[in-house]
Structures are given as structure tokens and as C-alpha cells.
């Protein structure tokens, strides 16, 4: 096992090296690793390995997410409407009701994103400054 400790920092000019160093390595241990697949095994993390695979993750789950708010839309058109006539049918099948409901969702999403940005720089607090002791 071996591990590579990198300083971390807010600056982001200091940085930049640091996701360059990453994505080399990174680029090196997967050649490494499809080269010599049948007989050696690495495994290996980054701490910008994290933030890459959420952000993935986060627009993979876009589908998901539209998915479930049509078929919650539909499932209360029905479970709560009743079915009289053509010309009622938005009114009798509650479709407005649902409508409401994936609106009010969608707005707490946004509301509950911008507290998170506007509470963001308490997320990231400064390293202090080691001592050095003669």
C-alpha cells in the first residue's frame, strides 16, 4: 500500500497543480491497470475522484428524478380523481392538484439549494497556520 499525502488549500492557483498532479496519476494507474489486468490488481482513490464521481452521479439522477415526479403526478390523478366527463377531466382527476404538488416539491429543491449556497463559505473554513517551534 502506498499513499501520497497532497497539502490541501482554498487557493485555487495552488490547486490547479494539484488536480493536474491528480489526473496524471490517475491517467497513469488506469494504464497501468488495463495493462496488467490478469495479474495485477490496483486500486487507488483521489480526493478529486469524489467530487468527479458525485458530480456524475448528481446528472445521472436527473432521469430518476423526472421519472419518479411523472409517475407521483399520475398516481395522484388517479388515486384522488373521479372520471365524469371530458370537458372536467383536469378538474376531476385532481391533475392540477398533482401539478401542485411537483411545483411545491421542486420550489423546496431550489429554496433548500440556496440556503446551501448562501450558507457555503461557513462549509469551508480556513486551515490555520502551523506553528513551526525552535
Not at 404538488?101 to 462549509?123: H, P
Request: hydrophobic share 45%; aromatic share 10%; charged share 25%.
Amino acid at each position: 500500500m502506498v499513499t501520497w499525502v497532497v497539502d490541501n488549500s482554498l487557493d485555487e492557483e495552488y490547486l490547479g497543480g494539484v488536480y493536474e498532479w491528480e489526473k496524471a496519476l490517475v491517467q497513469y494507474l488506469t494504464t497501468v491497470a488495463d495493462e496488467n489486468e490478469e495479474t495485477l490488481r490496483i486500486t487507488f482513490f483521489t480526493e478529486s475522484g469524489i467530487e468527479l464521481e458525485l458530480a456524475r452521479a448528481s446528472t445521472s439522477d436527473v432521469i430518476t428524478v423526472i421519472i419518479s415526479y411523472i409517475v407521483m403526478l399520475l398516481y395522484v390523478s388517479v388515486a384522488l380523481g373521479r372520471f365524469s366527463s371530458a370537458k372536467r377531466v383536469l378538474i376531476d382527476t385532481k391533475f392540477t392538484l398533482g401539478i401542485a404538488g411537483v411545483v411545491l416539491c421542486i420550489c423546496s429543491i431550489i429554496v433548500a439549494i440556496g440556503l446551501f449556497r448562501y450558507t457555503a463559505a461557513g462549509a469551508k473554513k480556513k486551515k490555520k497556520k502551523k506553528r513551526k517551534h525552535n
